[in-house]
């Protein structure tokens, strides 16, 4: 699929750095990736076509979940998420499959199909936390080989999604994780993140392939102060997790979703 080369992004570092810092701590708090906030940005307000700001976003998402994991674990220690590793194997199955399937799919697809197929799943994403989220830890909705065939379908179709927007899936992981493994809110959030983090540099890698990928040498400056507001916003979320109540936070971010799917869908 052939981008234009754009305009260089260097007059908007400034903006770069902030809204990496406040989309980093929104991710580092819920155990997200940001990219669902940072893409309608880097579309709207950075004017980057369709598919570079997608590979932008994976970028500057990879770095959000690399640093969101240590900065959370004064409240979810490694050991807690070690000792679930077999759901975030299960997840994975699936997870690595899709990012791989989702990214060739984006590399095809036309900028005015890949904005509408944005606005989309941005708007069923803000479903999902609106109504998934309130669920509360408990029993898991299956066990045995029901719960990992299960787990492995939700995985690849996480992975399809998160390389189709450039983004973490923990909007869908974190759900899954609560409904169907039966996991805790904040644990599920970090566990979110452990599963993400791989799947993400498969669609990463899927990308590099496309000659779009060459927007992130373009663009380098842009791209290193938006990741440095990012780890700056995840250490921020890290150290508010457990202080911002998710009953008051998510119906939020839901609305920014939808008004984020709106401005995407009119750049089609």
């Known amino acids: 699929m052939r981008t234009p080369e754009g305009p260089s992004h260097s007059r908007n570092l400034p903006a770069a750095f902030g809204s990496g810092v406040v989309i980093g701590t929104l991710g580092g708090l819920i155990g997200l990736g940001g990219a669902e906030f940072r893409l309608p940005l880097l579309i709207g307000l950075f004017r980057f076509v369709a598919l570079e700001a997608v590979i932008l976003n994976k970028a500057t998402s990879l770095v959000v979940v690399a640093s969101a994991l240590p900065f959370r674990a004064g409240t979810v220690p490694f050991g807690l998420i070690a000792a679930h590793w077999p759901i975030v194997i299960n997840l994975l199955a699936g997870s690595l499959l899709g990012a791989w399937v989702g990214a060739g799919w984006a590399t095809r697809l036309k900028s005015e199909t890949l904005y509408r197929v944005i606005a989309v799943l941005l708007v069923v994403i803000a479903g999902v936390l609106v109504f998934g989220h309130h669920a509360t830890a408990g029993q898991p909705l299956l066990t045995g080989w029901a719960q990992f065939v299960a787990g492995i379908a939700a995985g690849f179709v996480i992975g399809v999604v998160a390389s189709l927007l450039g983004v973490a899936g923990g909007e869908l992981l974190i759900p899954t994780l ?37 927007v992130l040498g373009r663009n380098r400056a842009f791209l290193l102060v938006m990741a440095a507001g990012s780890i700056a916003g995840t250490f921020i979320g890290g150290l508010l997790l457990g202080v911002v109540p998710s009953a008051v936070l998510l119906p939020a971010l839901a609305v920014i979703l939808l008004v984020s799917a709106v401005k995407v869908w009119r750049h089609g």
């Open 178 to 214: 609560v409904l169907l493994f039966g996991a805790d809110i904040k644990l599920a959030g970090s566990l979110s993140l452990a599963v993400s983090l791989p799947t993400m540099l498969v669609g990463f890698t899927r990308y590099s392939r496309d000659q779009s990928f060459s």
